[in-house]
């Protein structure tokens, strides 16, 4: 079976917050950013076994600090590990702030996704082994 290290299905995904995606109290919504979360999650996943993928869990989520219109997110995920059909993904998401002199980034967001590899037929698919 074939062995992949972590830097082989690492991602990034930026998104800029836009007033469409804020709640009543003006801050992202933690749904929409889930589903930033997913997605930059099952984009790794996939990366790594090659084939489709399903989320089955998402777990340990914290929120630490809001994000706002203009805002820029930067969500990493990263393998954490693997089983026979499955690969946990860690997610951390960060806000890029601007300012006329720097630009400064703040932990916002982690989780914790399980992803379940399948087939054409939706029948679970051995992934890769993962070397650290």
Same mark, same amino acid.
């Given at each position: 079976?074939? $062995? @992949?290290?972590? +830097?082989?299905?690492? &991602?990034?995904?930026? %998104?800029? !917050?836009?007033? #469409?995606?804020?709640?009543?109290?003006?801050?992202?919504?933690?749904?929409?950013?889930?589903?930033?979360?997913?997605?930059?999650?099952?984009?790794? *996943?996939?990366?790594h076994?090659?084939?489709?993928?399903?989320?089955?869990?998402?777990?340990?989520?914290?929120?630490?600090? =809001?994000? !706002? =219109?203009?805002?820029? $997110?930067?969500? &990493? #995920? +990263?393998? +954490? #590990?693997?089983?026979? &059909? #499955?690969? @946990?993904?860690?997610?951390?998401? +960060?806000?890029? %702030?601007?300012?006329?002199?720097?630009?400064?980034? /703040? @932990?916002?967001?982690? *989780?914790?996704?399980?992803?379940?590899? $399948?087939d %054409?037929?939706?029948?679970?698919?051995t992934? =890769?082994?993962? /070397?650290?």
């Amino acid at each position: 079976m074939k $062995i @992949k290290k972590v +830097e082989d299905s690492k &991602t990034v995904m930026t %998104e800029l !917050v836009l007033s #469409s995606h804020v709640n009543g109290s003006g801050r992202l919504f933690g749904g929409q950013l889930m589903a930033w979360m997913d997605i930059a999650g099952a984009i790794c *996943a996939r990366r790594h076994c090659q084939c489709t993928v399903v989320t089955a869990s998402a777990t340990d989520l914290n929120f630490y600090l =809001p994000a !706002v =219109p203009n805002d820029l $997110i930067v969500i &990493t #995920s +990263e393998i +954490e #590990s693997v089983g026979n &059909t #499955s690969m @946990k993904v860690r997610i951390t998401v +960060e806000v890029e %702030e601007f300012s006329k002199r720097e630009t400064r980034r /703040k @932990k916002t967001c982690s *989780a914790l996704f399980t992803y379940v590899a $399948i087939d %054409e037929n939706g029948v679970k698919h051995t992934v =890769p082994r993962l /070397k650290k």
